[in-house]
């Protein structure tokens, strides 16, 4: 961690609410990212980053600023996305949702940045039939790059339960994709 952001958090462990607004600014971005692909739902992932930073604020004395910052915000992201996820019923895709994917699909532009309406409805399409634990490993591995280690500070998943639901996931969607005519 570079010494502007530990300061920073030394301010904020002292009730300096305008350090902890750069700590927002900072990694707002990162926590809706996540709450999005958790979520599928634009409304619903930004109710998430809002009460990601309050429980953030309410806890910023427990924190130890000797381990990263993004991964205790991604643990708090996480775990309260698992909580909305869990009292929701699971969705249902939508036939707009397999358009939107074979319009991804079809798409040779790399440089392809998508809405989030279509990026909602491609991971609502590929991640139906995952269980929640392997939806998170998946999003926090494949859609976010973060490391094992820190999916297992995050979730409290062992790397072998990680590995599992990871190769779980894959194969899950590997087969979705195959069954859409996508190798």
Known sequence: MEQSERDILIRCQ???????????RNYQRMVFSLSLKMLCDEDEAKDAVQETFIR??????L?????????????????????????RRRFAPLPADE????????????????ENNEWISIVRL????????QQTVFTLSQLEGLSAAEIEQITGLDATQIKSNLY????????????????
């Not at 358009?99 to 998508?114: E, P, V």
């Not at 590929?126 to 634990?133: D, G, P, Q, Y």
């Not at 779980?168 to 190798?183: F, H, N, P, S």
């Open 99 to 114: 358009n939107a994917l074979a319009r991804f699909a079809a798409d040779t532009d790399s440089q392809l940045t998508l």
């Open 56 to 61: 953030a604020w309410q806890n910023i004395g």
């Open 168 to 183: 779980v996931a894959r194969q899950t969607i590997r087969k979705q994709l195959k069954e859409l005519g996508y190798e």
């Open 63 to 87: 924190y130890d600023i000797r381990r990263p910052l993004s991964t205790w915000l991604y643990t708090i992201g996480t775990r309260l996305c698992l909580d909305r996820i869990k009292s």
């Open 14 to 24: 002292h009730g300096d609410k305008e350090a902890f607004r750069t700590i927002v």
């Open 126 to 133: 590929l991640v139906e039939k995952l269980s929640t634990m």
